[in-house]
Nanobody
Framework: QVQLVESGGGLVQAGGSLRLSCAASEGTISTYAMGWFRQTPGKEREFVAGISVSGGITNYVASVTGRFSISRDNAKNTVYLQMNGLKPEDTAVYYC??????????????????WGQGTQVTISS
């Protein structure tokens, strides 16, 4: 069993920054690729960023490229999402997720089998 706990969400003004954390309170994430997703009411959950086991490979949705940065600390069993230059359209509930496979995942939600409870990020204009 794996339990993921996100933290770091909040309310900030446009142009501000937030750093989200995702820690595994049970189980491990250090040997799996990880992803961050976000969701707004009435919309499907959207891939935001992914990171390989070593952290050497990262990928992002186009709308956050250059503003967001995903990283991980396997010794702490934690993944991070640094968000800079935040925009009102970044407002969403943000979720971290663990890939099903040790070989990595695409951006599809179907390839992730453990999810956190989500943390609200609200950007005011």
């Amino acid at each position: 069993q794996v339990q993921l706990v996100e933290s770091g969400g909040g309310l900030v003004q446009a142009g501000g920054s937030l750093r989200l954390s995702c820690a595994a309170s049970e189980g491990t994430i250090s040997t799996y690729a990880m992803g961050w997703f976000r969701q707004t009411p009435g919309k499907e959950r959207e891939f935001v960023a992914g990171i390989s086991v070593s952290g050497g490979i990262t990928n992002y949705v186009a709308s956050v490229t250059g503003r967001f940065s995903i990283s991980r600390d396997n010794a702490k069993n934690t993944v991070y999402l640094q968000m800079n230059g935040l925009k009102p359209e970044d407002t969403a509930v943000y979720y971290c997720a663990r890939c099903r496979s040790v070989s990595g995942c695409s951006s599809s939600t179907r390839e992730y089998n453990y999810w956190g409870q989500g943390t609200q990020v609200t950007i005011s204009s």
